[in-house]
C-alpha cells in the first residue's frame, strides 16, 4: 500500500467509475488521471456480516450506490446495527461485474451525528470541485 497517495472521498457512483491500473507494481486505482489505492466513503448498512457462515463482509449503500466491506475481527467484533451511518476508509478492489470492494483500515459509526450526512455530499462535492475536476479537465 502506497500511503503516499492519497484516500479520495468518494461517492460510490464515483467509484464504479474508476478503473484498475496495470502499470505499476503496486495496483493503483484510476479515476480520471488520478491515481488512488484508498477511498474514503460513507453510508449507511445495509447488510451485516453473517457469524453463521463466518462471512466478514458488510454492504454500505451511500445513495448513489452500494459497495462491499471486508473487515478484520477487530471491526467485526463491534455492535455494528442495520441503518447505523458510518465512515470508511480503506483500500480499493475494483472487480468486474461485481460490487467494489473495500478492505477497511478504518470505520467509525457516525449515527449520533445526524447531518454528517448532509454534509458529506458536500464534502465530496468540494474535494471533487477544487481538487478532482481540474485534473480530470486538464487530461
Known amino acids: 500500500m502506497d500511503y503516499s497517495l492519497a484516500a479520495l472521498k468518494l461517492l460510490c457512483i464515483q467509484l464504479n467509475a474508476a478503473r484498475p491500473t496495470h502499470g505499476s507494481s503496486q495496483s493503483s486505482i484510476s479515476y480520471g488521471p488520478i491515481l488512488f489505492q484508498r477511498a474514503w466513503l460513507q453510508g449507511v448498512i445495509i447488510s451485516l456480516p453473517s457469524t453463521a457462515d463466518d462471512n466478514e463482509r458488510f454492504l454500505v449503500?451511500?445513495?448513489?450506490?452500494?459497495?462491499?466491506?471486508?473487515?478484520?475481527?477487530?471491526?467485526?467484533?463491534?455492535?455494528?446495527?442495520?441503518?447505523?451511518?458510518?465512515?470508511?476508509?480503506?483500500?480499493?478492489?475494483?472487480?468486474?461485474?461485481?460490487?467494489?470492494l473495500i478492505k477497511v483500515h478504518k470505520i467509525v459509526d457516525l449515527s449520533a451525528f445526524p447531518h454528517r450526512e448532509a454534509m458529506w455530499y458536500l464534502e465530496v462535492l468540494e474535494a471533487y470541485k477544487l481538487f478532482y475536476q481540474p485534473l480530470i479537465e486538464d487530461s
Not at 66 to 79: I, P, Q, T, W, Y
Open 61 to 100: 449503500d451511500d445513495g448513489t450506490g452500494v459497495v462491499e466491506l471486508v473487515a478484520s475481527r477487530d471491526f467485526l467484533n463491534r455492535d455494528w446495527k442495520l441503518g447505523s451511518y458510518v465512515m470508511i476508509v480503506g483500500g480499493c478492489v475494483i472487480r468486474d461485474d461485481n460490487l467494489p
